[in-house]
Antibody
Framework: QITLKESGPTLVKPTQTLTLTCTFS??????????VGWIRQPPGKALEWLAL???????RYSPSLKSRLTITKDTSKNQVVLTMTNMDPVDTATYYC???????????????WGQGTLVTVSS | SYELTQPPSVSVSPGQTARITCSGD??????AYWYQQKPGQAPVLVIY???ERPSGIPERFSGSSSGTTVTLTISGVQAEDEADYYC???????????FGGGTKLTVL
């Protein structure tokens, strides 16, 4: 049974750096083809993909946010960490991490999602 | 940047068929996926690789692809199907994930 859970601050100030941790179980990030992604959703708005890290430490970022994002993994702890710099009120959103199953497609899709964590950016 | 276009809303009566489209230039090359999201909940995958249905998803959910448009079809819509639906794919290089803007399905 695959589960994922996001953790991190619920409130950050403008210009600060956000660090979110995804702790997962039921799979290993050392298994060929597997990945973990981050997706966010501002209140009342659409899903937006942020980043994806693969079993081989390959990383992909949203082109529009690439300069602000860093994704890393700790396979021994079953964790993936996302950092986003220079936070702004427009970054207020629910942040999800999700499991990317092994497959042919490079980007692929997400078959298991965490419950999400709401991050508010305000002074 | 690459975009996937969905209608903002679709309305159907119970028992009817709902069709939600998603358009994008790279869809002939890249698979499409569909997610259902109910208020306050995380998205749930309902279709993968254009037309495959994950285990546990009712048979009334189906997907199809034609050129630059993919379609999620819900046959015999039930009240519980009222939700937001998002398509997802990748850009032409296959390396960036892209979500559509979402479609709110209302069951009248």
């Amino acid at each position: 049974q695959i589960t994922l859970k996001e953790s991190g601050p619920t409130l950050v100030k403008p210009t600060q750096t956000l660090t979110l941790t995804c702790t997962f179980s039921g799979f290993s990030l050392s298994t060929s083809g597997v990945g973990v992604g981050w997706i966010r959703q501002p209140p009342g708005k659409a899903l937006e993909w942020l980043a994806l890290i693969y079993w081989n430490d390959d990383k992909r970022y949203s082109p529009s946010l690439k300069s602000r994002l860093t994704i890393t993994k700790d396979t021994s702890k079953n964790q993936v960490v996302l950092t986003m710099t220079n936070m702004d009120p427009v970054d207020t959103a629910t942040y999800y991490c999700a499991h990317r199953p092994a497959g042919i497609a490079v980007a692929g899709h997400f078959d298991y999602w965490g419950q999400g964590t709401l991050v508010t950016v305000s002074s | 940047s690459y975009e996937l276009t969905q209608p903002p809303s679709v309305s159907v009566s119970p028992g009817q068929t709902a069709r939600i489209t998603c358009s994008g230039d790279a869809l002939p090359k890249q698979y499409a996926y569909w997610y259902q999201q109910k208020p306050g909940q995380a998205p749930v995958l309902v279709i993968y690789k254009d037309s495959e249905r994950p285990s546990g998803i009712p048979e009334r959910f189906s997907g199809s692809s034609s050129g630059t448009t993919v379609t999620l079809t819900i046959s015999g819509v039930q009240a519980e199907d009222e939700a937001d639906y998002y398509c997802q794919s990748a850009d032409s290089s296959g390396t960036s994930v892209v979500f559509g803007g979402g479609t709110k399905l209302t069951v009248l």
